[in-house]
């Protein structure tokens, strides 16, 4: 007799217990093994304390219940009884690996013939394919420098990745057996820590130093908050509470905005920003795109557009007359707020008195920019936003190390995303479009094979001839991309044909 996870499903209890009235009945010897005094207190909460009425009960570890008919004997495991059932080593190692393989094959049906790929232990090589020997094992083939041939069993395919590199450069493949790599990946190593320690070292000191804090809210605060048009939720006023509650501390602020797309995080910088600005500091908004610096230079300007307040762009798309125009406000005070991309980090930008740094789209910049503006600004308050947070990020901030606000509240009359999944039908394509042209709105379509991605563009124009198109993707040169969702953003085209190029900051 099995009796299963009766205890969780009230439909299996009738069995058992006309199981145990049958054996009870026909003279059996019953033990019930429990594994604590815990396990005993609550069969009996839920079955009664007459369940046990003519039961031998024991203390033990028991994983499987099993009966001896000739003697009249069962004995049950409340591992069954409470359907926590025990696997064995030799089942866990082989489910793992199981799941090891099949996460390595699926790593190498990512890389295609002729990619890079680094081994763990012989370095930078040039996938081939995979065949499979005369033992009937998959093996994948990597050459390496001066035509030598690595084979690599598919099971330990997690050694191997994807090589990415910086800068466009290819690098040399590495030879077999040259001791090159393991000096390279040792330097590589003591370079990571050094650089952790540098991460942690500045951490500290962003601890144990003083800041700058803002002065209360004034009337102009209130004026500013009230003149906001939208209902706040109440997720976004604590954030907005939380971070000025930070400002006016003297503890410089490390605070992390998290809440989905849409939830009004970009109102929490804009507050901030409008405090420290109007406290007699200045504020700076870093992003990762020209077009969401932009999209920010014009949300901004509208809001403080009331105020004598300069809000100033600073990216590669600007004149050079009006770089070093804002460059000049920004040393000279007369410039309250700029936002701009990595340009904000270069070496010519001097503030007079930076009093807030915000970060938007956090998870688009590497460790390198963020901790740079940090180390550039190490006494100010730091405020960064983003939905999906890197682990690093929310790691330091469920540790307690940066402070997090969090926005999980949509905000009123908000309209949720309806996803539909259906097969390829160029009528509901078609339909969906004109839709959305006719209400005056636009359309992102994703196609990820830049190979036929002009194909599919011929292939909407033939449904929707009078659609304006445009593609973007990660082959095109920087410029001629940005001009493209400069171009959407603007609503000078009513598709946006991409890759997954269009996750980049839009």
């Known amino acids: 007799f099995e009796a299963g996870d009766f205890v969780l499903q009230q439909n299996k209890r009738h069995v058992f217990t006309k199981q145990l009235a049958e054996w009870n009945t026909d003279g059996w010897s019953i033990h019930l093994i429990f594994s604590n005094n815990g396990e005993i207190e609550r069969f009996t909460e839920l079955m009664g304390d007459s369940i046990l009425a003519g039961i031998e009960t024991s203390l033990g570890e028991l994983a499987h219940g099993f009966t001896v008919p000739n003697i009249k004997l069962a004995v049950l495991s409340s591992a069954e009884l409470f359907g926590r059932y025990q696997v064995s080593n030799n089942r866990k190692n082989t489910h793992l690996e199981h799941q090891r393989r099949a996460r390595a094959q699926t790593d190498i049906l990512d890389i295609e013939k002729g990619d890079l790929v680094v081994h763990?232990?012989?370095?930078?090589?040039?996938?081939?394919?995979?065949?499979?020997?005369?033992?009937?094992?998959?093996?994948?083939?990597?050459?390496?420098?001066?035509?030598?041939?690595?084979?690599?069993?598919?099971?330990?395919?997690?050694?191997?990745?994807?090589?990415?590199?910086?800068?466009?450069?290819?690098?040399?493949?590495?030879?077999?057996?040259?001791?090159?790599?393991?000096?390279?990946?040792?330097?590589?190593?003591?370079?990571?820590?050094?650089?952790?320690?540098?991460?942690?070292?500045?951490?500290?000191?962003?601890?144990?130093?003083?800041?700058?804090?803002?002065?209360?809210?004034?009337?102009?605060?209130?004026?500013?908050?009230?003149?906001?048009?939208?209902?706040?939720?109440?997720?976004?006023?604590?954030?907005?509470?939380?971070?000025?509650?930070?400002?006016?501390?003297?503890?410089?602020?490390?605070?992390?905005?998290?809440?989905?797309?849409?939830?009004?995080?970009?109102?929490?910088?804009?507050?901030?920003?409008?405090?420290?600005?109007?406290?007699?500091?200045?504020?700076?908004?870093?992003?990762?795109?020209?077009?969401?610096?932009?999209?920010?230079?014009?949300?901004?300007?509208?809001?403080?557009?009331?105020?004598?307040?300069?809000?100033?762009?600073?990216?590669?798309?600007?004149?050079?007359?009006?770089?070093?125009?804002?460059?000049?406000?920004?040393?000279?005070?007369?410039?309250?707020?700029?936002?701009?991309?990595?340009?904000?980090?270069?070496?010519?930008?001097?503030?007079?008195?930076?009093?807030?740094?915000?970060?938007d789209e956090e998870q688009r910049f590497g460790v390198k920019h963020k901790e740079k503006f940090k180390e550039l600004f190490s006494g100010i308050d730091l405020m960064t936003l983003s939905a999906t947070p890197i682990p690093r990020t929310l790691y330091l901030s469920l540790m307690g190390t940066r402070d997090m606000s969090t926005i999980d509240t949509a905000p009123p009359n908000k309209v949720p995303v309806k996803t539909s999944i259906c097969g390829y039908d160029e009528r509901i394509i078609r339909t969906a479009i004109t839709r959305e042209m006719d209400r005056g709105g636009q359309t992102f379509f994703l196609h990820n094979r830049v190979k036929t991605i002009e194909m599919m563009r011929d292939k909407i124009l033939a449904l929707v001839p009078n659609a304006k198109i445009v593609i973007g993707h990660g082959q095109m040169e920087k410029d001629e991309l940005e001009q493209v969702m400069r171009t959407f953003v603007n609503g000078d085209a009513d598709i946006l044909l991409a890759t997954t190029i269009i996750e980049s900051g839009i």
């Open 120 to 359: 763990t232990e012989y370095g930078v090589g040039r996938f081939q394919d995979i065949s499979v020997d005369i033992d009937g094992t998959e093996e994948i083939s990597i050459r390496y420098r001066d035509g030598a041939i690595l084979c690599v069993p598919i099971d330990q395919a997690h050694l191997l990745a994807k090589y990415v590199g910086m800068g466009g450069k290819e690098p040399q493949l590495t030879k077999l057996g040259d001791a090159k790599w393991a000096r390279t990946r040792k330097a590589a190593e003591s370079s990571i820590m050094d650089y952790a320690a540098q991460l942690l070292r500045l951490q500290a000191q962003r601890q144990t130093l003083k800041g700058k804090g803002h002065p209360p809210d004034t009337k102009w605060m209130w004026e500013f908050e009230n003149s906001f048009r939208y209902t706040e939720t109440p997720d976004q006023l604590t954030a907005i509470q939380d971070a000025k509650a930070d400002m006016e501390s003297l503890k410089p602020m490390d605070r992390l905005i998290c809440g989905d797309v849409g939830f009004g995080k970009t109102e929490v910088a804009i507050r901030a920003a409008f405090k420290a600005v109007t406290g007699g500091k200045q504020a700076a908004i870093l992003v990762p795109t020209t077009v969401l610096a932009e999209q920010h230079w014009r949300t901004f300007r509208e809001r403080m557009s009331d105020y004598p307040i300069r809000v100033e762009l600073l990216n590669r798309f600007r004149k050079p007359k009006e770089i070093r125009e804002t460059l000049r406000g920004l040393a000279d005070g007369s410039v309250d707020i700029v936002i701009g991309t990595h340009r904000l980090v270069s070496n010519d930008v001097n503030f007079k008195n930076l009093g807030v740094a915000i970060i």
